[in-house]
């Protein structure tokens, strides 16, 4: 099912020919290495180069009979290599393809996503000045608080996918690793130097403390980035789900010509998209709890980790893949409602000014305890009778004695809780 939601460019970067690619890739930095020693001779790398290929319905048939993936891929070089295939993998063991090869397809991945997350920025922070004077509701616990503008939400979803860049940025860095050490990593059988030339030449890292595999913190750490970008995936999918409730109705996520919303309820207009991508953030999410359970592994090795990675890798990276690329669709073509905006902050006659009133009676002497007391009593009469906020206060007789008229006005100025933004943004913006 994870097909359905694969974009071609992280399909080709899980394919099985992809793998195998990477895989000989691997095999020909290990011999380039060995003849740069002077250990194999010039000439066989050049011929083995010529004639190293492998086809993948073959190696999946030799698989099926030897139950080794690896031997598999080596067996169908050698049908194609002839006698010079000795040479190939040659001081090496299982896990020195298969974890430099896997840390070349995570790097990719990753950029790729990290690609997308740049483009996430860039359009967050278009949204985020185009609506930066767009006033609507601030709420908390779902209740009307304070006045923010729309452009505030934006601005804050770009802080996020900043840092969101660097951890994925520093996850890419720490899984760029090879390992090439031999069968339990004490490099009895590969000279290291002949391990530093194929790393360098495969543009990865050296791993000199291994096992017979690269530490899975590696690889943790990697998911967890992925994670956190799931959650600001849906920490975003989830706000505009909220504001497209028809209680509420000031953003919604593109409604296509000849979409249809209910098999029964032909007025229903849902936010699918941003539904999906809230499920999809708890797919992501749980994969976390399996990478961190690969670290703790039998002595040296077992191969309890290697299946699972075979599937918490390749969904993970395709799942944000693909909610990324339906995110970027989705603010690119949100409907904002700017009449439902004013509307939804008239909504309680007043009430979100309720702060301002209970500043200036404590400017004018009275104490916060008595002052948010006579406040709270008018702002509950307000919800109970559904009057004018202003009126209630105007007919307040500890309030008139206080405050005039004109300035009680003053408090109800929406322009008050505006006054810094400019401030936030060039803080955030730079």
């Known amino acids: 099912m994870i097909e359905r939601y694969t974009t071609e460019a992280m399909k080709e970067i899980w394919s099985y020919e992809t793998k195998f690619?990477?895989?000989?890739?691997?095999?020909?930095?290990?011999?380039?290495?060995?003849?740069?020693?002077?250990?194999?001779?010039?000439?066989?790398?050049?011929?083995?180069?010529?004639?190293?290929?492998?086809?993948?319905?073959?190696?999946?048939?030799?698989?099926?009979?030897?139950?080794?993936?690896?031997?598999?891929?080596?067996?169908?070089?050698?049908?194609?290599?002839?006698?010079?295939?000795?040479?190939?993998?040659?001081?090496?063991?299982?896990?020195d393809i298969l974890d430099t090869a896997f840390a070349l397809l995570l790097k990719e991945a990753g950029e790729h996503i990290l690609k997308k997350l740049k483009n996430l920025k860039r359009i967050l922070r278009q949204l985020s000045k185009r609506y930066k004077k767009t006033v609507m509701m601030g709420r908390t616990?779902?209740?009307?608080?304070?006045?923010?503008?729309?452009?505030?939400?934006?601005?804050?979803?770009?802080?996020?996918?900043?840092?969101?860049?660097?951890?994925?940025?520093?996850?890419?860095?720490?899984?760029?690793y090879a390992k090439i050490s031999g069968s339990v990593g004490t490099f009895s059988t590969m000279p290291p130097d002949v391990f530093e030339y194929a790393a360098r030449k495969l543009k990865l890292k050296p791993c000199y403390a291994t096992s017979q595999i690269i530490s899975r913190d590696h690889h943790?750490?990697?998911?967890?980035?992925?994670?956190?970008?799931?959650?600001?995936?849906?920490?975003?999918?989830?706000?505009?789900?909220?504001?497209?409730?028809?209680?509420v109705g000031e953003v919604m996520e593109p409604f296509t010509k000849g979409q249809k919303g209910s098999s029964a309820m032909p007025h229903k207009r849902n936010p699918i998209l941003c539904e999906r991508l809230c499920g999809m953030s708890r797919l992501v999410r749980s994969h976390v709890i399996v990478a961190l359970e690969n670290i703790a592994l039998w002595h040296e090795r077992d191969i309890s980790h290697s299946s699972c990675e075979r599937i918490i890798f390749p969904?993970?990276?395709?799942?944000?893949?693909?909610?990324?690329?339906?995110?970027?669709?989705?603010?690119?073509?949100?409907?904002?409602?700017?009449?439902?905006?004013?509307?939804?902050?008239?909504?309680?006659?007043?009430?979100?000014?309720?702060?301002?009133?209970?500043?200036?009676?404590?400017?004018?002497?009275?104490?916060?305890?008595?002052?948010?007391?006579?406040?709270?009593?008018?702002a509950m009469k307000v919800w109970k009778d559904e009057k004018d906020f202003l009126t209630v206060l105007l007919g307040d007789k500890k309030i008139k004695k206080l405050l005039t008229r004109?300035?009680?006005?003053?408090?109800?100025?929406?322009?008050?809780?505006?006054?810094n933004i400019e401030y936030i943004y060039k803080k955030v913006l730079g």
């Not at 000989?24 to 290495?33: D, F, H, K, P, Q």
């Not at 073959?58 to 031997?71: A, C, G, P």
């Not at 600001?232 to 989830?238: H, R, S, Y």
């Open 21 to 95: 690619n990477k895989w000989l890739s691997v095999e020909l930095a290990v011999l380039e290495g060995w003849v740069k020693r002077g250990d194999v001779k010039k000439d066989v790398l050049e011929r083995v180069k010529k004639k190293a290929a492998f086809n993948v319905k073959r190696i999946e048939k030799i698989e099926k009979r030897v139950k080794h993936d690896v031997i598999a891929f080596l067996t169908n070089l050698s049908e194609n290599i002839g006698e010079d295939a000795r040479f190939i993998h040659m001081g090496m063991t299982s896990s």
């Open 141 to 176: 616990h779902g209740v009307h608080a304070e006045p923010i503008t729309l452009g505030l939400k934006f601005l804050l979803w770009y802080d996020e996918v900043g840092r969101n860049i660097g951890r994925l940025s520093d996850a890419i860095e720490n899984i760029s």
């Open 220 to 247: 943790a750490q990697y998911l967890f980035a992925l994670a956190f970008i799931a959650s600001l995936i849906e920490k975003i999918a989830l706000e505009i789900r909220h504001l497209q409730r028809t209680e």
């Open 315 to 378: 969904d993970s990276t395709t799942l944000i893949d693909y909610s990324l690329e339906k995110l970027l669709f989705i603010l690119k073509n949100l409907t904002v409602d700017e009449k439902r905006l004013k509307r939804n902050i008239d909504m309680t006659k007043g009430l979100i000014f309720s702060q301002s009133i209970l500043l200036k009676l404590i400017e004018k002497g009275m104490s916060r305890e008595d002052a948010y007391k006579i406040v709270q009593s008018d």
């Open 406 to 419: 004109n300035e009680l006005e003053s408090c109800f100025d929406i322009n008050y809780y505006l006054k």
